[in-house]
């Protein structure tokens, strides 16, 4: 029992602990990392958001969103604008 402490504690090396807080300069380029790929996945969501109301409104014709909205008789159809 006493080795195997020894030598995880030998294995230890003196100065690496540094507290639980992490370095600002140290971590900036992880940062930096991390908001970079936020960045990308909304300018990507963005995109697609704007293309699909786009599209809708470049057909311009009323459609309903799905074939049940039409009711008996599908001259009636629930519009969506």
């Given at each position: 029992?006493?080795?195997?402490?020894?030598?995880?504690?030998?294995?230890?090396?003196?100065?690496?602990?540094?507290?639980?807080?992490?370095?600002?300069?140290?971590?900036?380029?992880?940062?930096?990392?991390?908001?970079?790929?936020?960045?990308?996945?909304?300018?990507?969501?963005?995109?697609?958001?704007?293309?699909?109301?786009?599209?809708?409104?470049?057909?311009?014709?009323?459609?309903?969103?799905?074939?049940?909205?039409?009711?008996?008789?599908?001259?009636?159809a629930s519009?969506?604008?």
């Amino acid at each position: 029992m006493a080795d195997s402490f020894e030598t995880a504690w030998d294995s230890v090396i003196k100065g690496k602990f540094r507290g639980y807080t992490q370095s600002n300069i140290s971590n900036r380029p992880y940062r930096q990392a991390e908001h970079r790929v936020w960045d990308i996945s909304r300018k990507v969501k963005r995109e697609r958001t704007k293309r699909r109301y786009a599209r809708n409104k470049s057909r311009g014709v009323v459609r309903p969103k799905m074939r049940r909205q039409l009711g008996r008789g599908g001259k009636r159809a629930s519009t969506t604008r």
